[in-house]
């Protein structure tokens, strides 16, 4: 396995969900749970284009979407064992911001690598 998938994929997957999973958690003391996702979102896509722009490397747009596949599936599957079989939230867990959260995910590293390449061409 090489670095960019360790590094980049894993790592930055991880720390970057888990994240979003503490400011859930602060959110939690401040807003109705059924909107911190909406709270949440701007932050974690703030913190997610700084992290793509200064610290990933991708030099291809084969490595943008193996990233987006990459961090959704680690988003997907973290989601689900650390908020759906674990919180168990009452109202349930998928609604709009989720969906859009794993769409950002995906979409995110590509958009990001096309703006820092746009020059290049």
């Given amino acids: 396995m090489n ?5 980049s994929v894993l ?10 999973y503490v400011l859930g958690f602060i959110f939690f003391a401040f ?3 059924a ?21 990933v490397r991708m030099d291809s747009a084969r490595d943008a ?3 987006g596949v990459g961090w959704s599936i680690v988003a997907i599957l973290c ?13 349930g867990y998928y609604k709009l911001d ?10 995110l590293p590509f958009i990001v690598y096309r703006i820092k390449n746009a020059g290049q061409r």
């Fill in 3 to 7: 670095n960019f998938y360790v590094r």
């Fill in 65 to 67: 979407l193996l990233l």
């Fill in 35 to 55: 909107v911190i996702g909406w709270y949440v979102m701007p932050l974690g896509i703030a913190i997610t284009c700084a992290v793509l722009y200064k610290w």
């Fill in 79 to 91: 989601d689900y064992v650390f908020l759906v079989t674990l919180l168990n939230p009452a109202d």
């Fill in 11 to 20: 790592g930055w997957g991880v720390a970057l969900w888990f994240i979003g």
């Fill in 98 to 107: 989720v969906y859009l959260y794993y769409v950002l995910t995906f979409a």
């Fill in 31 to 33: 807003v109705p749970a």
